[in-house]
């Protein structure tokens, strides 16, 4: 009865770890990437991540989250949420439709200025910026 016990603790033991490992292989970083076209983050080792097409974003502008939402892939109202760093966030509304993205980053302000820039066709439209939240 002890044998099968602790083969039981182990066999627990074994799938939690394989459950954060891959869990940090997904979240352990994220890139952001903005040229005059899109902006495209990925997560992780790459398997998550999204476009947008600057032309369809109306607003960006820095937000603050809660330690509830933490971190991951969340489902906000109007929209998602991607966050691997922190409490800081950028958030996108798109022309047209009202939906939200909120994408995490210790950047917050400089990727917003970056985007309105791009938005207001301020910015130099030849630039290309990568931001490494880790």
Avoid at 13 to 30: E, G
Avoid at 61 to 77: E, Y
Wanted: aromatic share 12%; net charge positive; charged share 20%.
């Amino acid at each position: 009865r002890s044998g099968s016990t602790d083969k039981l603790v182990l066999l627990i033991y074994i799938v939690l770890s394989l459950i954060l490992l891959i869990s940090l292989l997904f979240f352990y970083k994220m890139v952001i990437e903005i040229n005059s076209t899109n902006i495209s983050f990925k997560l992780g080792i790459g398997i998550f991540g999204k476009s947008y097409h600057i032309s369809e974003i109306e607003s960006c502008k820095p937000v603050k989250d809660s330690f509830l939402n933490g971190w991951g892939i969340h489902k906000i109202r109007n929209g998602w949420f991607y966050n691997v760093t922190g409490f800081n966030a950028v958030e996108l509304t798109f022309i047209n439709t009202g939906k939200r993205i909120w994408i995490g980053t210790n950047k917050p302000n400089e990727i917003t200025e970056i985007i309105n820039g791009m938005i207001n066709k301020t910015q130099d439209p030849d630039s290309n910026y990568v931001i490494k939240n880790e």
